[in-house]
């Protein structure tokens, strides 16, 4: 979302510039919230429940946000995904520091790196793939890796 949210609003939405930077500010705040009140949810339903819901929710809108591609539904979008995926990384994090089979600090680095690994990787796939399709299309994929979220779900329970 950092990378192409705006520019995503800009050029395929058609937003002015400054209304294209609130996708990415709706996003963060979304994000934040989420992240603020994760422990609580995560106490209610159960971190399988919450990761698997979140990145539904956060697949669905994102999808919403690019098919639709009206400005206040993308917009409303791009903060649905913040808030969705809010709460999967720590959720993640918090599994691995709990795994038995590996030592704590190892399997914390290795979900840190896998992190940042997508976080490296994706934009330029992103607009890689964007050079072939639209925007739009090349965004879905982040759509369609969630489904991955959703089938590895469990494994927070280790």
């Known amino acids: 979302m950092a990378d192409w949210s705006a520019v995503y609003l800009r050029r395929a939405v058609g937003t002015d510039p400054g209304l294209a930077a609130g996708g990415y500010a709706a996003f963060s705040l979304a994000m934040a919230g989420g992240r603020l009140t994760g422990d609580r949810i995560n106490a209610r339903f159960g971190p399988v429940t919450l990761v698997r819901s979140g990145a539904i929710l956060g697949a669905l809108c994102l999808l919403a946000a ?3 591609s009206e400005s206040t539904i993308t917009i409303l ?4 995904v913040g808030a969705g995926f809010s709460i999967i990384l720590p959720i993640t ?3 691995a520091a709990h795994d038995r089979s590996m030592p704590t ?3 914390v680095a290795a979900v840190t ?3 940042y690994l997508g976080f490296l990787v994706g934009p330029p796939l992103i607009g890689f793939a964007a050079e072939f399709t639209a925007l739009r299309w090349s965004l879905s994929i982040i759509a369609l890796l969630s489904v991955t979220i959703v089938v590895l ?3 927070v329970l280790r």
């Open 77 to 80: 979008g791009f903060a649905c």
């Open 93 to 95: 994090l918090s599994a």
């Open 105 to 107: 600090g190892s399997a």
């Open 113 to 115: 790196t896998a992190g």
């Open 66 to 68: 690019v098919v639709i």
């Open 153 to 155: 779900a469990r494994t």
